[in-house]
């Protein structure tokens, strides 16, 4: 990829539905904040980097990328440092050509550290994305609180409760956590009811656990949009489905490398979905984890087999029919030229 190309892409204007303020985090800011409240880490972006971000040395495994999520957590400070943080992941969207973005957080994992209420955390996220979007007039965005399926079904009831409260800023409600030891089941009420009161409702499925879990988001959950979603391609049977009901996945490339969803790029389902008639839209998920942007995502895309600028184009359509505001997104790519 020579530089005018990946200048191309950065200037494409982009659609990110699947990006976690959690995994967003600026490296050099976390190396400020561990020098500023004294830390017990490296004050430095080289010795930290190791900690919160997937390098080389590395193991492609769920477990070492879930771990830097156990160092970032120790950062959720402050009600400024939270503001900040969802500040500098809308920035660092809007210099990257996202023009609109779904970003979506997890109140209850910010509030843990330090015992804030939900409440204050989704208004101090909420804040720190206005004050992005104030700023950077050229990126629309739209909030998606997260939950957790590991944790109790309460906790997200309560979450779902505050989301109500502000259907201005966000748009949905997704289901994340340990997909392998714990169903979406329990979260089928919670889901349908969210459903009733507004809110648009995604599920990270078939990312660590197999076709059945794509299922269950579909069946169960009744969502239209699957987070990953990649190893719907187990199952002819699931694949059907997928294709019957329209669902849309949010498919993130260099997180799949990074978690070992996908042993490869050459081998990532992704041109398998698009050719089974599977609708998918390109995305980041953690580009601070993953030191990723979505213009790096689109230029990887483009190294898949028979993966050109057609099927590029049609994926950023996509992903404006997906999103949980469709006009405002298409509005937001409306001055789309593909390179
Ligand atoms: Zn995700």
Not at 85 to 99: K, N, P
Not at 137 to 157: F, G, K, Q, W
Not at 231 to 253: I, N, Y
Request: net charge negative; glycine share 8%.
């Amino acid at each position: 990829m020579t530089s005018l190309e990946q200048t191309a892409l950065m200037q494409l204007p982009k659609i990110d539905l699947h990006r976690h303020l959690e995994g967003s985090l600026r490296l050099s800011t976390l190396a400020e904040i561990a020098g500023r409240y004294r830390l017990d880490l490296p004050r430095d972006v080289a010795t930290l980097r190791p900690l919160v971000q997937i390098t080389a040395s590395d193991p492609r495994t769920p477990r070492a990328f879930l771990d830097k999520f156990n160092v970032l957590r120790r950062f959720y400070l402050s009600p400024g440092i939270i503001r900040r943080l969802a500040f500098e992941a809308v920035e660092d969207a809007a210099r990257d050509g996202v023009r609109y973005l779904e970003l979506r957080f997890t109140p209850a994992a910010l509030a843990r550290t330090q015992g804030f209420a939900l409440r204050d955390v989704i208004s101090w996220v909420s804040a720190g994305a206005e004050d992005a979007r104030r700023q950077y007039p050229e990126i629309d965005l739209a909030l998606i609180v997260s939950v957790n399926r590991h944790e109790p079904v309460e906790l997200a009831e309560q979450v779902v409760g505050l989301a109500v409260d502000r259907l201005r800023e966000i748009a949905a409600i997704d289901l994340a956590g340990d997909e392998v030891n714990f169903p979406a089941e329990p979260f089928a009420g919670l889901f349908a009811e969210a459903r009733r009161a507004g809110l648009g409702i995604t599920a990270h499925a078939g990312e660590w656990s197999g076709p059945a879990s794509v299922r269950h988001a579909l069946e169960r959950l009744g969502v239209q949009r699957i987070g990953h979603g990649v190893r719907v391609m187990e199952s002819p049977d699931v694949v059907a489905l997928a294709r019957e009901r329209g669902a849309v996945f949010e498919v993130c490339l260099t997180s799949n490398l990074d978690s070992g969803v996908a042993a490869g790029l050459a081998l990532h389902p992704l041109p398998a979905m698009l050719a089974a008639g599977l609708r998918a839209t390109l995305n980041t998920d953690d580009p601070g984890l993953s030191n990723c942007t979505l213009s790096g995502e689109y230029a990887l895309a483009q190294m898949l087999p028979g993966f050109g600028s057609t099927e590029l184009q049609s994926m950023v359509h996509e992903a404006a029919t997906a999103a949980f505001h469709p006009e405002r997104a298409r509005h937001a790519v409306d001055a789309l030229e593909l390179v």
